[in-house]
């Protein structure tokens, strides 16, 4: 079978440009991965090395006036990039949802989570608000959210960093999207929050087959829980391996530099175990 039919997402020869004054200039350029059934590929890179520019090309989040976008990206086989606006819309939530670094900037302050996430299951589906409203509290439920009903009630700022973004999972989570691309999803919160985050995603695609792309400039994030890895480094990706050969074996001298720099998530004296 080819690489392709197995593949859930596949990025080909991805090169993206913006308009400067002085003419075009590249952002990233010669990418390419795939993404298969219930893999979680890290995406891993320092800052401004092209990761959410890779990101926001497959959600083709990027302003088309200003951006020039070529190659092939394919989602169950079915073309993305270039699809237009409308098309696109449909696929952003329900086929790929979209977790980012920052929880707070996901919600709108003056509607309660409840409203959000039924609002955001509406628009996806036919179901009715109470229909909406059991599968909401269902999904918290089964990623052991506490009180789900009260939760729905609450306003985003009534919730921590850590329990928003929780929250923010169970939305991407709760239309069982084939790809989830969670952009620096652990960098806000504490240790312990980073933890309980990670171990949530995994437990998504083991429970959904969901396939997700972890993007971090930590290698320490990205051990926990990705099976492969991707580095990228001034707009291209220098490596690509399976996570155990990357730490074992890295071959190109700025992965080296990464691994020698990577802060651990555990602590020695005190490991932490979560139960999901
Ligand atoms: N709209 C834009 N216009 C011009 N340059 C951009 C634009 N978006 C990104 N860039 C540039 O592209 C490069 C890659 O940026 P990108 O945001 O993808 O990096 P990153 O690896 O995600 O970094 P970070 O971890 O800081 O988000 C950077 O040099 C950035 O300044």
């Known amino acids: 079978m080819s690489l392709k039919k197995t593949n859930i997402l596949n990025v080909r020869g991805l090169h993206v440009e ?6 075009f200039s590249t952002l990233v350029q010669d990418i390419h991965f795939g993404l298969k059934k219930g893999q979680i590929l890290g995406l891993v890179g ?12 497959i959600l083709q989040l990027h302003d088309r006036r200003n951006m020039n976008i070529q190659g092939s990206i394919t989602l169950e086989g079915r ?6 606006n409308k098309e696109m819309r449909k696929i952003r939530g329900k086929d790929i949802a979209f977790i980012m670094q920052n929880p707070m ?3 709108t302050p003056v509607f309660t989570i409840g409203h959000q996430f039924i609002e955001t299951i509406r628009a996806h589906t036919l179901l009715t608000r109470k229909q909406a409203k059991e599968l909401a509290t269902d999904v918290m439920q089964s990623v052991n959210l506490p009180d789900p009903h009260k939760l729905l009630k609450n306003y985003p700022f009534q919730l921590s960093g850590g329990m928003l973004q929780r929250v923010m999972i169970a939305m991407a989570a709760c239309l069982h999207p084939s790809v989830i691309i969670a952009d620096e999803p652990t960098t806000a919160l504490d240790l312990h929050n980073q933890l309980i985050v990670l171990r949530l995603l995994d ?3 083991s429970e959904y087959g969901t396939s997700i792309l972890l993007i971090s400039h930590d290698l320490g994030v990205i051990s926990e829980v990705a099976d492969d890895v991707i580095v990228m480094q001034h707009g291209s990706i220098v490596e690509t391996a399976n996570v155990f050969d990357l ?8 992965t080296k530099k990464l691994l020698k ?10 490991p932490y175990t979560y139960m999901f």
């Open 18 to 23: 913006v308009k400067t004054n002085e003419g």
């Open 46 to 57: 320092e800052s401004g090395s092209g990761k959410t520019v890779t990101s926001m090309s």
């Open 79 to 84: 073309e993305l990039n270039g699809l237009d």
């Open 105 to 107: 900037n996901a919600f």
């Open 203 to 205: 437990k998504i695609r």
């Open 247 to 254: 730490f074992d074996h890295p071959q190109h001298e700025y």
């Open 261 to 270: 720099t990577r802060p651990t998530l555990y602590s020695e004296k005190q």
